[in-house]
């Protein structure tokens, strides 16, 4: 017996599109989630979020890690903090309303990795952002921005 897409039931074409877009829109609301959560007061007003990144970045078991935060984010802790932020919430936007998604995509798989890379003792942490690497990487190889996007409206990348 040969079984083809029609007898198997799979997804149509445009389908397969929508559902690539609620991923994309899921990740979204994951950053927006993310984003949140934070105390912005503490974040943006004392940098209480990258003062418990250096006391993670101090102790780290990679050495390179305590010299980069030291040099690149301790001194700058409230505009640090800010990028942090905002840019959760850049992408979460981004992604729900799939603007620049490709973009947003990138980035926040480097966001991500960054996170990871700073959190790696702590594995409660890597799951999340192992599971939003990989989403991000799904959404952006289906071109999630096909439907459903600001990106497809103004025929943005293809979409």
Known sequence: MHLTAASTNLLTATQYAYWMAVLRIGLGAWWLKSFAHKDLGGWLKRGSGIEWG????????????????????????????????????????????????????????????????????????QGQNLMMILAAVVALGTKSWAVLSLDHLFHLFGG
């Not at 301790?74 to 309303?97: C, D, N």
């Open 54 to 125: 250096g006391s993670v970045a101090e102790k780290h078991k990679w050495g390179f890690v305590k010299t980069g935060f030291d040099k690149v984010v301790r001194p700058h802790p409230i505009p640090m903090a800010y990028v942090v932020v905002f840019s959760e919430l850049a992408l979460g936007l981004g992604l729900v309303l799939g603007f620049l998604t490709p973009v947003a995509l990138v980035a926040g798989i480097l966001l991500n990795l960054l996170y990871f890379v700073l959190m790696i003792n702590d594995w409660a942490e």
